[in-house]
């Protein structure tokens, strides 16, 4: 019988275990914007993982306290760049309120129009990037025909893309060109008609449920604890919607129309699947609007205000339901006619802290899912 000989070859990575950091970023992972992750690997795992923010930060809250109660609205507009119109909102309601100021109705109703088409504008991003992410092409350029649709109209009315600073203290900048309504009326419905394909081309390809579902889930306590807002937050069955539960603008006459969509599941198919949702109740919202901004006669559309415009000591409070989540000013006044403070509570910046708890025992290979998923914007984040 031949002699056997046995021969240890190397036994790598059985010897020791060995963490190794990761840094994802300072950029993310479809260059939305400049974000650095920190993460700890053993093996594929993740065991641990810190957003490291900070890097876009262009300190517009001390910025805030040098420019006047119109200059201010610039600035506040930009943090998220997706949500320009809804940003806009908060600032000049927070000086209202100081103010004690009554917005005409004419102006109220046309806020609550321009609010709900900036929510579709934002949510159409998220719906076509975030399969993108995932390997996925063509639900991006289908997006970005919906967004075109809804832009031209934002723009006729405005005059920018993005940065609509149409907004003012008392109201908005001014009233309506003729036959916009029509026209708005037209792309809601030419937009509405075509959100079909999000549902059969996303949520009906097995890849994307196959990638998605049970994958990133984060608990009610989680969103709770980290103050998580939005769709995120509604996706892991927190049923919160200031729209609803504390109204502005016109949501109030808006109950019957208005949706708050939740899922119990918390995962990225569960937050995907909100956004989907309350992108086409935004529409439905939206006609509401149009309908009753046909109803109302010629009026005005803003207050007339003084050359130099000061409010009054003291201090308030005020928040909207953005896009991405809740939004809120809180504005501290010494008389003069600059914010004495004026902070900024920004969705993205509580959502993303999520991480820390959202990514750790999850495989590197799932990481782009649950961060697309998180619907964030970096500008949103740093401010």
């Excluded at 003012?168 to 001014?174: C, H, M, N, Q, S």
């Excluded at 969509?261 to 990225?268: I, L, Q, S």
């Excluded at 649950?370 to 970096?378: A, E, H, Q, R, W």
Aim: aromatic share 8%; glycine share 10%.
């Amino acid at each position: 019988m031949p002699s056997m000989t046995e021969t240890t070859i190397g036994i790598g990575g059985q010897a020791e275990g060995t963490d190794m950091v990761l840094n994802i970023g300072p950029q993310h992972p479809s260059t939305h914007g400049v974000l650095r992750l920190r993460i700890v690997l053993d093996g594929e795992r993740i065991t641990t993982a810190e957003p490291v923010v900070g890097y876009m930060h262009r300190g517009a809250e001390k910025l805030f306290e040098a420019r006047d109660y119109r200059q201010i609205i610039m600035l506040a507009n930009r943090h998220d760049w997706l949500s320009a119109f809804s940003n806009e909102l908060g600032v000049v309601m927070a000086v209202e309120r100081m103010l004690g100021m009554e917005v005409p109705e004419r102006a109220v109703w046309t806020r609550t129009l321009l609010a709900e088409l900036n929510r579709v504008l934002n949510h159409l991003m998220f719906l076509g990037s975030y399969p993108l992410e995932l390997g996925g092409i063509t639900a991006v350029f289908y997006a970005f025909r919906e967004r075109e649709e809804l832009q031209n109209v934002m723009e006729e009315i405005s005059g920018g893309r993005m940065h609509y600073m149409f907004n003012r203290v008392g109201g908005l900048k001014e009233d309506l060109p003729n036959g916009w309504l029509g026209r708005a009326r037209h792309a809601v419905a030419q937009v509405r008609s075509r959100m079909g394909r999000f549902d059969d081309l996303v949520l009906g390809n097995e890849i994307f449920r196959g990638r998605t579902r049970g994958v990133g889930t984060l608990s009610a306590e989680a969103v709770h604890g980290f103050g998580v807002s939005g769709p995120i937050a509604r996706a892991s069955g927190v049923d919160f919607d200031l729209r609803r539960d504390e109204p502005y603008l016109a949501y109030g006459e808006l109950q019957d129309t208005l949706e708050v969509v939740t899922r119990t599941e918390g995962d990225c198919l569960a937050r995907f699947e909100v956004l989907l949702a309350q992108t086409h109740n935004a529409l439905d919202l939206a006609d509401a609007c149009l309908d009753r901004l046909g109803e109302l006669p010629q009026g005005p559309i803003n207050q007339r205000l003084p050359k130099v415009l000061k409010a009054p000591e003291g201090h308030t409070y005020a928040w909207t339901e953005n896009p991405l989540g809740l939004n809120g000013y809180y504005l501290v006044s010494k008389g003069e006619k600059t914010p004495y403070r004026l902070k900024l509570r920004s969705a993205s910046y509580n959502n993303i802290q999520a991480l820390t708890v959202l990514l750790p025992g999850t495989l590197i290979a799932d990481m782009v899912a649950i961060l697309g998923s998180m619907f964030f914007v970096v500008g949103d984040v740093d401010k």
